[in-house]
């Protein structure tokens, strides 16, 4: 019977003998399947083992935005208008596909419906960011 250092060693072994290699013959589908293969890891080592996907590019904020300190120019870098269009149409779409199959009764508040625009859009999102900071004891 193997000891737990003996089977780590061997897991070692073959997950060398199978890496990645970027040739034509073996797809990145089969690369990543690679990656998700479970394996015991030695918590007592001081060194954490390499990853099997090292990173090459140069790391940083490759955008310039001077000095400012105002956080919306950050959230704009990551939801654009395009991202907002993009949320505010599949918004819309559903909401048609909802309403064409759904028996909604005359009292129903989904009879008020009206498609949302980029304002309402970034008002709900600031919202909902603002949740996971500002603390409030009910929700309303």
């Not at 990645?20 to 089969?30: L, P, V």
């Not at 940083?60 to 001077?66: D, E, F, N, Q, R």
């Not at 105002?70 to 819309?92: A, H, K, Q």
């Amino acid at each position: 019977m193997n000891s737990d250092s003996e089977n780590e060693r061997l897991i070692e072994e073959e997950s060398s003998d199978e890496e990645c290699s970027s040739s034509e013959s073996e797809s990145e589908d089969d690369c990543l399947d690679n990656a998700r293969d479970w394996c015991q890891i030695d918590i007592n080592s001081s060194q954490p083992s390499p990853p099997k996907f090292p990173f090459t590019g140069n790391p940083g904020i490759k955008v310039c935005l001077g000095d400012s300190e105002d956080p919306s120019e950050y959230f704009n870098l990551f939801f654009d208008d395009e991202m907002f269009l993009f949320i505010i149409s599949e918004t819309n779409r559903y909401a048609e596909s909802f309403f064409e199959d759904a028996e909604l009764t005359p009292a129903s508040r989904a009879l008020k419906w009206k498609n949302t625009h980029i304002g309402e859009m970034k008002r709900f999102l600031s919202l909902l960011l603002l949740q996971g900071v500002v603390q409030k004891p009910v929700e309303k």
